[in-house]
């Protein structure tokens, strides 16, 4: 039994939290280009600002990115996530991929609600899922994230307001939250060989995910 | 022996969805609802043995939420489960100050999760 009736119920978390970013661990720098602050957002993680001079950007492979805003509150940020490849099995089983595009999901809707955006709102434009990795293969990686992403904002009510999924070429997203405005560009295959680690990496990191295992019962 | 009713409280569908797939699997009944002020009315409607609810919603959050059912004599001493993506020791405090009988950090493990359910269920 992991919960325990006593103050020190936290138990380990694993080395890598994959669910959130702290402020500390993004990198942002000045893109003279777009005239705005980059603000890059690695796999597994999110960000949400309500600055108009920022610019989120994120590199996809067959990971997904949800861009959502809202238009009134002039709030809004990404996500990039891919599931784990685990046990296959119904919508709304709880399985372990569900739980942790779940999470990518709501993690990034609830940054937003917490800076005042509005869940009924809410702007989403949704990215990526090429079949990158094994282009071979029929039921992609990147089909799976794709079919998990539309699925989910399905389920939840949310429409989708633009999109551009699949294909085998990665891409690069630039997002505006304050604006909505997304610049999208598609690369050549694997111009960066980065890319491909760093996807290849975070599919290691979550093939197994661990819960964060934070429960806590009061006295 | 009736089975024991959960409510579970969640403006997220999916995870009433995932919630309700985990306890309906281990034999308990199910009642849910959307917010606060939805859970307040599932509650007066159907009762509950646990309630199980998120922190961030519109409408009633999960902190007023369990607030107005410890003014309600009836749900007093109800276990009331946190389940909500708040890891900050000052929302947990929050959480406990209202009345909250566990908080538990999303993403949910299904095993762990239903061991807690029993430990509190009356």
Redesign the interface.
């Known amino acids: 039994?992991?919960?325990r009736r006593n103050a020190q119920l936290f138990s380990h978390r694993s080395g890598v939290d994959l669910?959130t970013a702290a402020a500390s661990e993004v990198k942002r720098f000045f893109d003279p280009r777009f005239n705005a602050t980059s603000v890059m957002v690695l796999p597994g993680r999110h960000y949400v600002t309500s600055a108009p001079t920022e610019m989120v950007v994120t590199l996809l492979g067959s990971c997904v990115a949800a861009c959502i805003r809202d238009p009134i509150a002039l709030v809004g940020g990404l996500n990039h996530f891919l599931l784990p490849e685990s046990d296959t099995g119904?919508?709304?089983?709880?399985n372990a991929a569900?739980?942790?595009g779940?999470?990518a999901?709501?993690?990034l809707i609830?940054d937003i609600?917490?800076r005042g955006g509005?869940?009924?709102r809410l702007e989403v434009k949704v990215f990526g899922g090429g079949n990158i990795i094994d282009v071979q293969s029929k039921n992609s990686v990147g089909k799976l994230n794709i079919d998990f992403v539309k699925r989910?904002l399905l389920?939840?009510?949310i429409k989708i307001s633009a999109e551009h999924l699949g294909g085998s070429l990665p891409r690069r997203i630039h997002y505006f939250p304050v604006t909505g405005k997304v610049k999208m560009l598609l690369l050549k295959r694997h111009p960066d060989q980065r890319l491909f680690n760093a996807e290849m990496s975070y599919r290691e990191r979550i093939a197994a995910p661990e819960?964060?295992?934070?429960?806590?019962?009061?006295d | 022996m009736m089975p024991k009713k959960i409510l579970t409280v969640d403006d997220s569908k999916t995870m009433r969805d995932m919630l309700l797939a985990t306890l309906r699997r281990a034999g308990y009944e199910v009642i849910q609802a959307e917010h606060g002020e939805d859970g307040l009315a599932k509650l007066e409607a159907n009762g509950a043995d646990v309630i199980i609810t998120d922190i961030n919603m519109p409408v009633m959050d999960g902190i007023s939420f369990i607030k107005a059912c410890r003014k309600r004599q009836a749900y007093a001493a109800t276990p009331i489960l946190t389940l909500t993506t708040e890891s900050s020791e000052e929302k947990k405090a929050e959480g406990r100050a209202a009345g909250a009988t566990g908080w538990i950090v999303k993403p949910f493990n299904p095993e762990k999760l239903l061991r807690v359910v029993e430990k509190v269920c009356p």
């Open positions: 039994m992991n919960t669910y119904q919508w709304g089983a709880a569900m739980r942790y779940n999470h999901m709501e993690t609830n609600i917490k509005d869940r009924g989910y389920n939840e009510g819960d964060l295992d934070d429960i806590e019962l009061f």
